[in-house]
């Protein structure tokens, strides 16, 4: 891989991973940020192990979530922003406002366990199904099955908070 | 349909992209390798010397000084190894694992996280100490006073210091690999 293909490898995929690190990071956009930096900082170092095994973009997509599952900080950030969101949707009347919808749907992804997050997440970037499969591990039927449940339970979750 | 206002408001969400470029990236990605491969090459340095010192001085004549100096060298080198080893792993596993795979192979680094945290490195932390305990009556008999207080003050306080450090890590992966089970327990 040449400095060039990296180049054109980061324009191609760093919106897509961006918005999966702030799905990953509850909408904490420095952190979505560092973890978007240090997926094609790995994605730089270790171009060499790319074996074509999988597609680039798998490849890409499972060092980014793999980045944010293992990050430290993030799960501390993660139970505090989730704790605070938890308190808010108990006291607080039904939301209107977009901005807290979003935060609302934040809240919602964060509350899902960690492989139905990096599914819906990559879903919701409409990364192709294969593609999510093969990051993740699972079965394409099985992963079809798991993406209607948990976007059931998600927006019964953004809607009435369960 | 329901599904579509989960992608509309997927969609509305802000997020802008930062402001550093893939060029930015490189940069740092050169500097992160570089400064691995100098830690590796102090690392081997460090073992060619305490190798030397060990088969030209150290087991030519025996002594307490000799042996307190070798035990402390050693254990903090093994430290560093094994630390090293570790880090390597992980992130050779990191790029090279499914999610499913990474979360199931998490859990296990961090099981084999905590032998090192509580039985490796006490026994290190011990063997500094013994080495350092051994080289005091040198210290003793050849400075003066104040400098072998001083040295008493000053190793007291590094070797706080490494316990404090290493006790501050272990809460922290503690804190992960709890997380990790409950996050599995979670899953539909």
């Not at chain 1, 171009?47 to 900080?73: E, K, Q, V």
């Not at chain 2, 094994?82 to 992980?90: A, N, P, Q, V």
């Not at chain 2, 990191?94 to 998490?106: G, P």
């Not at chain 2, 350092?132 to 003066?144: D, N, V």
Request: charged share 20%; with cysteine.
């Amino acid at each position: 891989m040449t400095e060039q293909d990296f180049n054109q490898l980061y324009h191609a995929y760093a919106p897509k991973v961006h918005r999966l690190c702030l799905g990953y990071s509850s909408g904490d956009l420095d952190l979505a940020n560092e973890w978007l930096q240090e997926t094609f900082i790995k994605v730089w170092n270790h171009r060499n192990a790319f074996r074509g095994d999988s597609s680039i973009d798998t490849w890409i997509y499972r060092i980014a979530t793999n980045i944010c599952l293992g990050d430290i900080r993030k799960i501390k950030k993660q139970v505090i922003v989730k704790e605070e969101l938890l308190t808010e949707s108990i006291t607080e009347e039904p939301v209107n406002d977009e901005g807290e919808t979003i935060e609302k749907m934040y809240s919602c992804i964060s509350q899902l366990s960690e492989q139905n997050r990096t599914l819906i997440l990559m879903e919701l970037e409409n990364i192709p199904q294969e593609t999510i499969a093969a990051s993740v591990g699972l079965a394409h039927g099985t992963l079809r099955t798991r993406l209607s449940r948990i976007r059931k339970s998600l927006l019964n979750c953004i809607k009435h908070g369960i | 349909m329901e599904s579509d206002k989960l992608q509309e408001l997927w969609n509305q969400q802000g997020g802008k992209m930062p402001s550093f470029t893939p060029d930015d990236i490189l940069l740092k990605a050169k500097k992160q390798r570089k400064g691995q491969y100098i830690s590796i090459l102090v690392l081997m340095l460090t073992v060619v010397i305490l190798s030397v010192y060990a088969f030209l001085y150290a087991f030519n004549q025996w002594n307490s000084f000799n042996l307190g100096l070798l035990l402390m060298i050693s254990s903090l080198v093994l430290r560093v190894i094994i630390e090293l080893l570790s880090i390597y792993r992980k992130e050779s596993r990191l790029i090279a694992m499914d999610h499913n795979s990474y979360h199931a192979y998490l859990k296990k680094y961090y099981g084999i996280r905590r032998v090192i945290n509580y039985l490796i490195t006490p026994v290190c932390i011990i063997t500094y100490i013994i080495g350092y305990t051994l080289l005091l009556p040198y210290f003793k008999e050849y400075f003066s006073q104040g400098f072998y207080t001083y040295i008493q003050v000053s190793g007291a306080v590094s070797i706080g210091g490494i316990i404090v450090l290493i006790l501050y890590s272990i809460v922290k992966e503690e804190r992960l690999l709890k997380q990790l089970q409950s996050s599995k327990k979670k899953s539909k």
